[in-house]
């Protein structure tokens, strides 16, 4: 099991080792209720509000969105595809789900590990339309 990294770990940390976490921790931002069977959209983006570098030694790799054990979606990124300048990565999965999810993503910088946000709760109800 590799070791995993939360914003938490470093949070009580010095302001440098706060922008440290800041800019590797993957964050969800959805909305917190979803219709069942329709499509839902998730967008997992890296950083807050410090940049993280896009050289070719030090670079994000994945990105992957979990509902506990289940794999909901990978993103697989390019570095060239981003230019060389340190940036906010974002990435949007569209998903039609069946049960209330257990939201998690987790993001792999290949200088600094793997980095796992914060779980998000989203309640699936009945589709209005069934
Ligand atoms: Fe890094």
């Not at 010095?14 to 800041?22: I, L, P, W």
């Not at 994000?60 to 509902?67: C, G, N, R, T, V």
């Amino acid at each position: 099991m590799p070791r995993l990294f939360s914003y938490k770990d470093f949070e009580s940390g010095s302001n440098k080792v706060r922008q440290y976490a800041d800019k590797h921790a993957p964050v969800i931002i959805c909305d917190r209720e979803a219709a069942r069977d329709c499509p839902f959209k998730v967008k997992v983006r890296i950083g807050t509000s410090v940049k993280h570098p896009n050289a070719p030694d030090h670079h994000y790799e994945y990105i992957q969105l979990w509902s506990l054990e289940t794999l909901m979606g990978e993103v697989r990124l390019q570095r060239s595809s981003y230019g060389d300048d340190p940036l906010f990565i974002e990435t949007e999965f569209s998903i039609i789900p069946k049960v209330s999810l257990r939201l998690k993503a987790l993001a792999y910088c290949n200088r600094h590990g793997l980095w796992e946000s914060e779980e998000v709760f989203v309640k699936v109800n009945d589709s209005p339309n069934k």
